[in-house]
């Protein structure tokens, strides 16, 4: 069948799912609104665009995933970026999370370690319509040259917080509140999602969220 309008396709599906986020504890509606207009089935291989709008991760290939919808909607509801706001990603995947924050009228900047999915990802979301600036390295040492930001997302479960990271978070002035790092930190058996905002020049505030399950960040 041809696909004249993909944003039409399963919509009955993605609304579904929507509501099915909402149950699970997703309030913010801009958030909602993403998701209820991102056709996610595009960001996946199509031998599987029928689970597209099941609440679940999904292969990618080269043993990564499209993190489950509940995911990407808890780490930008906690990461809560306001539109204009500069945004690091670190792990671009299929790109369907950087679709959400573009869609939010952030400034994207992500990160992608592994060339196969750079290269397959970078032209996707430009084809679509998402404003992302993408980079091929190891987002362990965030984007330097971009820094400072005023949110990190990282979507791959990572040992420990890469210093690199919090130094690239904005630092409060001017009575404005400093950058925040959303990361989901702990070992293969799974993560404890931790906000962290930066309160100073060398001081952080962590908080610890809920329990996730990642794919582990590669290091260099
Ligand atoms: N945000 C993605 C999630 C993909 S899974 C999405 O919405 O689909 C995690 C991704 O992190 C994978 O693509 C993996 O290749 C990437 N990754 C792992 N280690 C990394 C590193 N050190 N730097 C950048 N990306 C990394």
Redesign the pocket.
Known sequence: MADLDPHRRFRRQRQNLVDLLREKGIFDERVLAAINQIPRHL?MDQALERRAYEDEALP?G?S????QPFT?AYQTQTLAPASGERIL??????????A?LSRLGVSLF?????RP?YERTRPLLKELGYRANCLL????KGWESMAPFDGIVV??GAIDIPRPLLDQLKEPADGLPGGRLVIPVGGLGGQTMQRIVRTGNNTFEAEELEAFS???????
């Not at 390295?137 to 362990?140: A, L, N, S, V, Y």
């Not at 990642?214 to 260099?220: R, Y």
Request: a negative charge.
């Open positions: 960001f990618i080269l990564q995933t499209i993190s990407v990603e670190i792990g671009t995947g299929s790109g369907y999370q950087a959400v992500t990160v992608e370690r592994l999915l390295g190891d987002g362990t979507t791959a990642f794919v582990p960040l590669i290091p260099d």
